[in-house]
């Protein structure tokens, strides 16, 4: 029979040997590019590095399937525990109204006396808000000796800009916070403060807010530098319409953004440090390979799993045993990180899951399955990074939270484009390591601000966030 099924064999007889041994090679070679293109074409973020604001509509529903009918009707069920709005304190109130009832609901008869415990309703509103605009009136004197004119100075503490610190700090939160462009930020102006400002002085004070923040955010990076373990990212970025780079270094309580020109190694060394006993935690992109103690991300291998499992060749059985492996792993350690499992517990439990992933990459590395069987090996050679939070107490098995916090720059870039200058870039690093880094410590991002640039115009060094 002829191994080309369309082809009758009395036609494939007639070929040279030499002739069907290279149509076969070519086809081979079709039907690999075909198999590429269709595992490009699948891919999605369960399956590769892609965003889930990528996926179209049908890989979302298979993410997140919608819940079966209960059978119970909306809203808060019978027995459930009321959540109300906690009360303004009485000192906080601006004005208090008695009102009491004049007649008998039941027979319309006079009612007279006090409710020792009346219910207390109350209703929250916020007044037209215009900015307190103070003017500062500089005289000039001619001296009647000499005859020079002399204008006086503004007092202390007084901007010489037209705005005081507190407006810009929000001017500066609206973005960093917010992720909102120049132009709706000269809208929000507009429509919250009645405040007519251009977009060229809104690039003016983005910039003095970046000179304003640089010692703040050194010395957040300087401290993620020096701590025992931490998370790291990176992110495509735009700069003057060049590719750029936005990286992320995170610990528990700090977070420094830094826009760079690359994605290599070098860059990640200015973040991390070079101390050889620092635990990193990140994806296997190489620009990390330089890093002796690192935790590979588990949420990034499940979407290598998921992959194998998708390609629906020879090792996709591989991913399904590592797939199922990573789930059994993630159930006891959630367990012990929500406080319902001991330490030794949940490494009795892991130590026999780590045994059969190791034995499944084996398997998978001699597959046939060309891409299925890369991946197994280069896990195989970097396998102690799998497990370096197995050794090494209080580390986290996935880089979610360096990808959480790139999370927000990722919407802002996406909604703005980008920087158009190295100013901007250092703007948009330093306000957004600002923002989250209060966000961390439970600190009000408006009033850090505010207090950043009153130190400022008082000449005075800005204050800590450690």
Known sequence: MSPLSSIPESLWNTVSPEAQTAILAVIASLEKRIADLEAQLNQNSTNSSKPPSSDPPAVKVKRRPPAPPSGRR???????????????????????????????????????????GPVRHQVDEVPPIRPDVDEYRLHRLTCPDCGATTRAALPPGVPTGPFGPRLRAILAMFAGSYRLA??????????????????????????????????????????????????????????????????VGRTEDLTAFTIADNRGADVA????????????????????????????????????????????????????????????????????????????????YAR????????????????????????????????????????????????????????????????????????????VERVLSVAATCRQRGRNVLEYLAACFRARVMSEPSPSLL
């Open 269 to 348: 060394r200015s973040i991390l440090g070079t101390d050889k006993t620092k635990v990193a935690i990140s994806d296997r992109f190489p620009s990390y390979d330089w890093i002796e103690r690192r935790q590979y991300c588990w949420s990034h291998l499940r979407r290598d799993f998921q992959a194998m499992i998708d390609r629906r060749d020879d090792g996709s059985a591989i991913g399904s045993e590592l797939l199922g492996a990573s789930d059994r792993l993630f159930h006891w350690w959630h367990k012990y990180r929500d406080g319902a499992m001991a330490w030794s517990t949940f490494l009795g």
């Open 74 to 116: 909306r809203g808060g069920q019978p027995g459930h525990k009321r959540h109300t709005r906690a009360l303004v304190p009485p000192d906080q109130i601006r004005e208090t109204f008695e009102i009491k009832p004049t007649e008998c609901g039941g027979c319309g008869a006079p009612l007279v006396g006090q409710d020792p």
């Open 352 to 427: 026999p899951i780590r045994w059969g992933v190791r034995q499944a990459l084996e398997r998978g590395s001699a597959c046939a399955g060309e891409k299925t069987a890369a991946t197994c090996r280069s896990l195989l050679e970097g396998e102690e990074h799998l497990w370096t939070f197995l050794r090494v107490r209080g580390i986290e098995p996935t880089n979610n939270a360096a990808e959480r916090a790139l999370r927000h720059a990722v919407l802002w870039r996406k909604s703005s484009g980008g920087t158009a200058s190295e100013w901007g870039s250092r703007f």
């Open 182 to 247: 120049k132009r709706p930020i000269r809208q929000l102006a507009s429509d919250l403060f009645g405040l007519d400002i251009s977009l060229g002085m809104i690039s003016k004070l983005e910039r003095q807010a970046a000179e304003v923040l640089e010692p703040v955010v050194a010395e957040v990076a300087a401290a993620i530098k020096a701590a025992p373990s931490a998370h790291i990212d990176e992110t495509s970025w735009t700069e003057a319409n060049e590719k750029a780079w936005l990286w």
